[in-house]
Each structure stands twice: as C-alpha cells, then as structure tokens.
C-alpha cells in the first residue's frame, strides 16, 4: 500500500486510541469507586438487585439506553449506545458474589466491561455499530447466561468479551463442560440394635456408590474430574438409614465424552442400588453449563493490546466452568484471565478477596477496560477481523 495512505490511517487509529485513553482516564475514579462499592455490598445470584440497579444508573448517565429485567430475569439488564448499521459489540458484565463476598472478582469484571463500554463507545461518531453491556446474573450457579440465549437476547450480536481476574493470565483458558446431580437412595428403616436385619441401609448404598465413582476414576481420560458430597446420611445413629442423598459434578472438556462419563456415574448410582436393595432416584441440581470454545483471531487482537501494557501469558489453567462457556457456542467469545491478584491467589480462595481490592487490582481494573476497549476498536474498524473471527466460530 502507498505510504501516503498508510500515514493517515495511522495517525487517525492513533487519535481515535488516544480518544479511548482519555476517556477511560476521565472515569476511572468513578469506576474504582463503583467496584469497591459492590465490593464491599455483595449480593448472591438472582438477589442482585442493588448491583444492578447501581450499574445501570451509571451507564445511564453516561448516555446508554436501558433495558431492565431482560430475558425474564429480574437482575439482568442491557445498555447500548448505537450509531447506524456495523458490528455489534457486547461486553459481558457478572456480578453476583459467593456466599462469602466476591472472592470471584465480579466486582472487578462488571465495572471493567462497563468502563470498556464507555471507553469504546467515544468512537461510535466515526465509526458506525454498537456498543453494548449485558448484565448476566448468576453465574456462580450457571443460571443467567443460558437463561438469557434461551430468551433471545444475544441473537443480534456479532462478538463478546469480558476479562476475568485470575492468579494467572491465560488467554484461552481450558474451560470444561460441568453438570451437577443428586443421587437419592432409599431402603428401609429399622432399629440398628434390635432388628437391624429387617431395614434396608441407603447409607450402605452411598458408600458402594462412593467407592464405586473412586474405582471408577482410574479408567477416565485425562482431564476427568467427578466430585461430591454426601448431603443426607440418615437422622439417627440407632436407625438403619432409610434415605440417604449423594451430590456429584461431573466435569471434562469434550462434550461427547462428558456425557459419556455421566452415563458410567449413573451406572455406578445402580449397581450401588442393585447391591443394598434399594431404589435410586436422580435428578440434576444444576444447569450443564458447556466448555468455552476458543476463537485464535480474536484472542490474537486481545493478547497484541495486552502486550502493549507488558502483560504476557503465564501459567496455564484448566478445569474451571463458567456459563460463559454457553455463550461462546451462540456467538464468538473471548475470556481471557489476566493476573489481578500480585501474590497470584487464585479466585474462590480468601487470599484472593483480599487481593481484589489492593492497588494493583485497581490499576488491573483501568488497564483491562482499555486493553478490551482496543480489542473492540479494532473490529469496528476493520471489518476483515470480523469476519476471520467469524469464520474461526464457525469452524469450531
């Protein structure tokens, strides 16, 4: 290409970077101070009502239209500014917390996308699209992502993207399909001292279940994890247990394999049943919430910008879910973890709520929302990445 036209395209991409920049730069006081807000007012999935009430209001009054209670989900909202036909961009926001704060760093992930947003749409006047944040409810129990696909809400969109704080920064992390089911056994009750001869023991059908799964384990591929709890073993210690409940997860990166080790788990439910006598009923407790599909070209835009600030991956994580995983078979994703925490605590640990809220994660927090501002730029203004990320999801 001629130099002549190169250069003004490069000071243009530079102005429009720097329009970003400042942006971002002009709320970042206020974005710091919204996520220790919702830092130190967490609310569990589906009772985020102050959460999202305080997000929208924000965004609000930053020029974004509202939709609330979107994809009939009380605390899921949408806020888009949009300037005629283009790409459609969305920023994922999360922001239900565990039982015991936001040890997740969801604090951090909905303000990020939100100052993303913002920061993304100073650019809208030149460059015609959409920018969006979609609120997403629940997703520490896999609830609000699939809810909202089911309902509709992504249909109209070309990409996604949100940042998830870590201990490491893995830029396409190995995401697993994971499914969650209550085993119930029941037999017979009777007294254990006098007559324990006439009960039928679903404590004892647990326990070959138990071991049943523990033998079975060696047998999996690699990458396998089933694990549980036993959340019912019997009222009495001086009655043969008549009910007696199991919670297992189930988790593996390849869907077809995944159900595949489901079917061997409820196998092993039965003969553990077969054995005591008793009967077995099961049933999930949880959404399957799916892997996350990868898509190279557009985590390829993401780690050039990461760069830019001297972040480079490190580690390597899998394992984890998330219903973000639901998402990236709808539409091309991007969730990349980036280190937030300076000791390198990992998230759904104490060490790590404490970490998320320390300078450093603050300075993360301004310096995610322009690397994924950057990333979104760069689609908006160049419609063949668009269509190399498209072409990637729909190989995949």
Known sequence: MDIRLVYPLMERYKAMKEKIFNRIEEIKEEIIALSMDIYNNPEVALEEFETCQKLCNYLENKGFEIEKKIGNMDTAF??????KEGPKIVFIAEYDALPYGHACGHHLICTMSLAAAIGLSEVLDKYPGEVCVIGTPAEEIGEGKPCLIENGVFDDYDVAMMIHPDGVTVLQPNEVNVGGYDFTFTGKTSHAGQLPYEGVNALDAIVLFYNNISVLRQQLKDGTRIHGIITSGGDVVNSIPDRCTIRYEVRHIDLNYYNEVLKKVIKCAEAAAWATGCTLEYKSFERTCLNLKKNTPFMQIFKNHMEE???YEEGSYSG???????LSYKLPVLQPLVVFS?????VHTKEFLDASITSFAKQRLIIG???MALTGFDILANKNLL???KNEFHSV
């Open 78 to 83: 949408k806020a888009s500014k949009k300037n």
């Open 309 to 311: 600030f001297g972040i």
């Open 320 to 326: 984890g879910a998330s219903d973000i995983g639901d």
């Open 342 to 346: 300076e000791d390198r605590s990992s």
């Open 387 to 389: 269509e190399k990320i």
């Open 369 to 371: 929302s322009k690397i």
